[in-house]
């Protein structure tokens, strides 16, 4: 009887010391997975922000009352202003581009008719304090003003640029607003790997952009 009871104690003393050395070996591979959880839940929520941003953008500079010159910077403040926890002001840039189709011999194009960038001298916000100035994929200005913050001075006429976006699908004279927005996300985590595991690397600049 007492070997009997020594052998069932012996038997779970074996099993909760193999379940020890178990959890020790995939207490690591846990701790990948958490950390990978925690930038990808990170990264969703700023994504979802981001495309609401550009939806609210795009839908205050359609319906402006004012014309895009003198409210560029009031929209696009208005918009920033709603993304928290996104620190827009030191990670975060807007874009505003006004196009139109344009017909010449029966052949319709995109014009770009004017762009913005967030760049508030006003309020000292945008550009001038973040320094973040990813290309726009709609549009790339080559020549920003320097009188009057965030305005590019878009050729105009027979030298107005022309864009892919929406190209022959806008009937002449008809008139689109897209705005971009970019974030520049930092991970909390830097990527690494263990085991064959690695985090993922996510960013560092999401995008979001939405044509009203």
């Known amino acids: 009887m007492r070997a009997t009871c020594l052998s069932r104690r012996h038997a779970r003393g074996s099993q909760r010391g193999i379940a020890a050395v178990e959890f020790a070996l995939l207490l690591p591979i846990l701790l990948v997975l958490f950390i990978a959880l925690v930038d990808v839940a990170r990264a969703l929520q700023a994504n979802m922000i981001l495309i609401n941003l550009s939806r609210e953008g795009a839908n205050l500079a359609s319906r402006g009352k004012l014309q895009l010159s003198e409210n560029a910077q009031t929209i696009i403040g208005q918009v920033a202003a709603s993304a928290p926890p996104l620190d827009m002001n030191k990670l975060g840039m807007i874009y505003v581009t006004r196009i139109m189709g344009s017909t010449t011999n029966g052949v319709t194009k995109s014009i770009?008719?004017?762009?913005?960038?967030?760049?508030?001298?006003?309020?000292?916000?945008?550009?001038?304090?973040?320094?973040?100035?990813?290309?726009?994929?709609?549009?790339?200005?080559?020549?920003?003003?320097?009188?009057?913050?965030?305005?590019?001075?878009?050729?105009?006429?027979?030298?107005?640029?022309?864009?892919?976006?929406?190209?022959?699908?806008?009937?002449?004279?008809?008139?689109?607003?897209?705005?971009?927005?970019?974030?520049?996300?930092?991970?909390?985590?830097?990527?690494?790997?263990?085991?064959?595991?690695?985090?993922?690397?996510?960013?560092?600049?999401?995008?979001?952009?939405?044509?009203?």
Do not use: H
């Open 112 to 212: 770009v008719l004017e762009q913005y960038r967030w760049d508030d001298s006003v309020n000292n916000r945008g550009f001038r304090v973040s320094g973040y100035g990813p290309a726009s994929k709609v549009w790339t200005c080559a020549n920003w003003a320097s009188g009057t913050a965030g305005t590019c001075l878009v050729p105009s006429g027979n030298n107005a640029p022309s864009v892919s976006l929406m190209s022959g699908q806008l009937i002449d004279g008809e008139v689109i607003y897209v705005v971009e927005v970019f974030y520049k996300f930092n991970m909390l985590f830097q990527s690494f790997s263990f085991a064959g595991f690695s985090t993922p690397v996510l960013g560092p600049d999401f995008y979001s952009m939405t044509v009203f």
